[in-house]
């Protein structure tokens, strides 16, 4: 028993030994071929800091174009702008693709020699980014009327974006010699061989687009039978050619047109059903297919051109507010709109906010606002005066003048009722019954009228208070006597 255990004892011993051993020296082998001389490894760190330095700008910068490139499609222009500028230009890789935002951005405003400017850089002509600018430059061409630049760019252009197109690039060239003037090269594009533009569906719906461009669809509607039938289970192609019978104007074409589209609820479609009721005075109809729409595609410019107007004619002032709001069409004037939203609010009965937008309105029209908005300030100090306690009554006074000076009849009627009534907007208020004039009404107020001379009841003749004054007179003479 006692050999055995010492047995084990030395075996465990020698085996510790062992591996303390090979540990040891594989150890120090395997520091001596990771270790680096101080230069080696200074090298070393500095490229792969560089390194890490670079993934996490260039990680930055992809973040930033891509909120930016969201916004952008959003038509939030301010913040796509915001985010592209977090971009470095001198040092991001992604230099091109966020001068081409950008240069997207002006050309959405309207500045189309900056948009231009932002992508006329010479790393713009290589080949490997000039077909995703040269598209863009053709339109700013367009826009500032430079047929001399228009020209040479479109030969370029075409070439090296052609293998995109499916369609020889119809619709570029079509479009180019338009505004070149070139009246035979766009007859020859629109007189092509009809049997081969209807025999693509997608070639039909660039040819009735460019029809309907150029306000031909007139003279296209007579070649639409020879559509097969098999293009009418396209419903884009069908919007088309109901658009086309609603711009021809006679009340069969139209027909025709709601025909085309009755079994079809995108936008597109419910905006010409709309259309054609708003022409038939079927405003309720018109409104339903407008609201329609705004379901479908929520900026649509023409759905909302059309419902808030008949928000109003239908008394649905919240909707009219709502949609209002979410008008996002550049070309009106802020101002106009928020004149427009005051008055949505006060048939809403939301006078503290229309008095707040009021305020913003007088500055904006640097305190020389029209006819309308005077007397929608009138109004709104009338109402928010008669609710208040302590009130400045001559604020109110002023509101009311200031739209009698604009020639607004019962402004200045209110105007004159300030100097009988100390809180005219609670007298107007009140539920009990009060003396009310029922000659004058709105339309009496309108009226003209003829003015006749008040007779003066003569009490004491003036020649006998002059005989009494010349007595008067003498009396005093007398007396000093």
Known sequence: ?????????????????????????????????????????????????????ESFSRGSDIDSLLHAKFKLINGDLKL?????????????????????????IAFMEGHFKESLDFISDKKFFEISIYPHVCLLRLINFMALNNADSLQREKKSCMYYTGKFSKNDQYWLDTMVKLKLKDARGVKKNMMTDIDSVFSDDEMSKLWLKTGLYLNNEKDMLTLISMLPEGSYQSKRLREIVAFMYLRSGSAADKQKALAFVDDIDSANAENIKGNINLQNKEYELAFGHFRLALQKKQDSTNSLERAIPLSWLLNQWKDGLAMLDSNTNKTLDPRNKRAIRVAFLIREKRFAEAEKELALLKIDFQQVPPFEVNIMDSYVSLIKGEGEKKYDKRKVEESAETACRSFDGISCWISLQFIEWENLGKTIKRDEAIFTDKEMTIDSLKEKKVLIPIKETIIVDQKDIEELDGEGIQLMKRVSK
Do not use: C, G, H
Not at 80 to 96: E, G, P, Q, V
């Open 1 to 53: 028993m006692k050999r055995m255990v010492l047995l084990l004892f030395l075996s465990i011993s020698l085996t510790y030994n062992k591996t303390s051993a090979d540990d040891e020296v594989l150890t120090t082998v395997a520091l001596k071929e990771i270790s680096f001389d101080n230069e080696d490894f200074d090298d070393s760190a500095s490229i792969e800091s560089a390194i890490r330095n």
């Open 80 to 104: 796509a702008k915001f985010y592209l500028n977090r971009i470095d230009d001198k040092t991001s890789k992604l230099f091109a693709i966020k001068k081409r935002y950008q240069s997207t």
